[in-house]
């Protein structure tokens, strides 16, 4: 079940300041919080990460499903979102970047670190969102 493997992700990046195993070892990952679109409860969840200028960088791949993954939905409900990168906590706002150039830079900066997300691309019909994260000033 994803929501326990995420749950271990968590556990383990929480516990080693920010460092995890498995298919995320030596990469870039975060801890996003969302508040959820219709709970309004806070939603976490990890994800990897590329830097772009001053900005953070993640992908609503949902490892190519059919449908966006619920913490999108729920970013694109209310942008203000909290990271968690290595032993820091910081406020952001989300912004959607969903066609165009930018979108398609953003998107092959991520493959070029992450192989795994090329594949992802095929799986879909849909285009694969990405968000930028801006820290709050």
């Given at each position: ?75 694109r409900a209310n942008p203000k979102v909290t990271l968690e990168i290595g032993t820091e906590t910081i406020e952001a706002t989300a912004t959607p970047i969903t066609g165009g150039p930018e979108r398609d830079r ?32």
């Open positions: 079940m994803a929501n326990d493997w995420n749950q271990n992700i968590i556990a383990e990046f929480r516990a080693n300041a920010g460092k995890v195993g498995g298919p995320f070892e030596g990469k870039d990952l975060l801890l996003l919080t969302t508040t959820g679109a219709k709970s309004g409860l806070p939603r976490t969840n990890p994800a990897a990460y590329i830097r772009d200028g001053d900005r953070l960088v993640i992908i609503a791949s949902k490892a190519g499903a059919p449908d966006n993954p619920d913490w999108y939905h729920n970013l953003l998107y092959a900066a991520m493959v070029e670190v992450m192989p795994g997300f090329a594949e992802y691309e095929t799986k879909t019909d849909r285009v694969i969102p990405v968000v930028a994260l801006e820290p709050s000033a």
